[in-house]
């Protein structure tokens, strides 16, 4: 039995110009063809594939998907950490596995706007507490005489963000899990921030941000070799 995989089809999408199409996923995998009865041309569905799921426009690997896919089909084995790369490598969007922080934060409008999403819905995505700082971010960083101060200063974006504002560094950091596709990850970063209004919440909150910044920084970290 073959491993599921993300297959992706045009489509014409609805709010657009007529004619304009985008892509869209499909989850799918390859049948023998004693299993199949009949030929489709090769769409979603015919002789050598089975369609498990329709994952749209804007797909990502969430825990809803992963349970009812393993309820419906328990006889298959679905490579889910495959299943996120790939979908986070979809044709027509920028890799951003291999941008540098600084690039993936000065790009954050650009990349939402490749998998068409407005600020506000990259906002509701990447999840937020007491206010909403993706605007401020991006208000922040759309002055070039800004970033090249921050750049003086620090040596690059990301530094300063780390010294001055690990909120907004947090932020990239999640920005960088939703891009990739690691939406388990975010899930449980986002539900594991410290909540509430008082000093002590908000100093709980700023050492989660720290320690969840300085984590993954070293994970990015090359190799001593």
Known sequence: MSTPYVKWYEEEAEGLPEGRRVQAAWLVRDLTSEDCESDSGGQPGSERQQVLAYLGQHPAV?????????????EIQFDWDGLTQAIAGRPGVTNVAALTDDELALSLTALAEE???????LSLRLGYRERQILPELLTLLRDPRVVARLERTSGSVIDYLVQKHPEYAFLIYKARLYFEGDERTLDTTVAAEPQGFSDEAWQ??????????EAYRARRRAPEI
């Open 62 to 74: 969430t825990p809803v998907l992963r349970e009812e896919l393993e309820a419906l089909y328990p």
């Open 204 to 213: 709980a909150r700023r050492l989660f941000w720290q320690r969840q910044i």
């Open 115 to 121: 998998r068409g999403l407005a600020p506000m819905d």
